[in-house]
């Protein structure tokens, strides 16, 4: 009898046990009971029924990436090409996401597939290739509305890998090559127009720096010239004061030593000729000196007629 009752407090405890549940964080329980939706158990400690409650389904509430296999898909311009997605999404409601569809992941991807054949339908070539972020956005709001029935919020979708076939590579790589070599050959143009351009411009700088440094030196020696004939001017007048300073020097002399009023008007005029020194070409002499002038031609005259 007592190891009956062991047993049966044994299996009391491993029952009363298995009806504590701990739900971790970024998770949510879906609790069944008798069959039938009963709730769901966010993050922390809950107890169920023993027997009639059961946990259906733990759901993870975090954000997951899917990657789904390339798609074939033909463009407004008739190009087939293959196309390789990732979708980025987040589980808002574990009882939609546990009751609204078999199987989740699946119905993603041919939606995926279907809304990415509708997109690139309108969509030539060229603008599929240069267009990825319209196509995600248009994606990404066509699959959120049609997944939030299943408790299912879709945040975003990329355009993974686009490959076109393998002819239009082969032209978009050739045409690539002669992009690069275009642009090569304008680069190279451009960078010779640069050279000759700063080519001339350095001739030109030079030549006017040549035409100013000639023109300084015609001034400089102007300069010197005006200077030499400045300083001779000034050793001319200079002599010249020098010999009236003699020569008044001498008059003074002469009337010191009692010289009489005609002699002095003789060396005067005998100053005078110094003075002119034969390059004067008019001299005005005063009305005294002439007389003594006139006075002494006469004397002279005179003395031949003897």
């Not at 009806?19 to 970024?26: E, G, L, N």
């Not at 408790?151 to 032209?171: H, S, T, Y």
């Not at 030079?206 to 004939?229: F, G, T, V």
Request: hydrophobic fraction near 45%; charge should be neutral; include cysteine.
């Amino acid at each position: 009898m007592g190891f009956l009752f062991v047993v049966l407090l044994v299996i009391l405890i491993m029952i009363l046990a298995s009806c504590i549940k701990i739900v971790p964080q970024a998770y949510g329980y879906v609790v069944e009971r008798l069959g039938a939706y009963q709730g769901t158990w966010s993050v922390g400690l809950h107890i169920k029924m023993p027997i009639i409650d059961k946990v259906a389904k733990k759901i993870n509430l975090k954000e997951q990436v899917v990657d789904f296999a390339p798609q074939p898909v033909i463009t407004k311009d008739n190009v087939t090409m293959r196309i390789d997605t990732v979708v980025f999404f987040q589980i808002t409601d574990p009882k939609l996401f546990a009751y609204g569809v078999e199987n989740p992941i699946m119905a993603i991807e041919n939606l995926t597939a279907t809304t990415l054949r509708n997109v690139i339908g309108e969509m030539e070539l060229d603008q599929t290739l240069t267009s990825r972020e319209i196509i995600n956005t248009k994606m990404r709001a066509s699959l959120d509305e049609a997944t939030d029935p299943w408790g299912i919020k879709v945040n975003r979708v990329e355009l993974k890998n686009i490959i076109p076939p393998a002819e239009i590579q082969n032209a978009m790589e050739k045409q690539m090559k002669a992009e690069r070599e275009r642009r090569e050959a304008v680069t190279r143009a451009e960078g010779e127009k640069k050279a000759s351009i700063l080519e001339a411009e350095g001739k030109k700088a030079a030549a006017i720096l040549e035409a100013e440094a000639e023109k300084q030196s015609a001034i400089l020696r102007a300069e010197a010239e005006k200077e030499k004939m400045i300083r001779e001017a000034e050793g001319q007048a200079e002599a010249i004061m020098k010999v009236q300073q003699a020569t008044a020097d001498g008059i003074r002399m002469i009337r010191e030593a009692g010289a009489d009023e005609a002699v002095l008007r003789l060396k005067s005029l005998e100053a005078f000729e110094k003075a002119a020194d034969g390059k004067a070409t008019k001299i005005i002499v005063p009305s005294e000196i002439q007389g003594i002038a006139g006075l002494v031609s006469s004397i002279k005259e005179i003395a031949s007629e003897k």
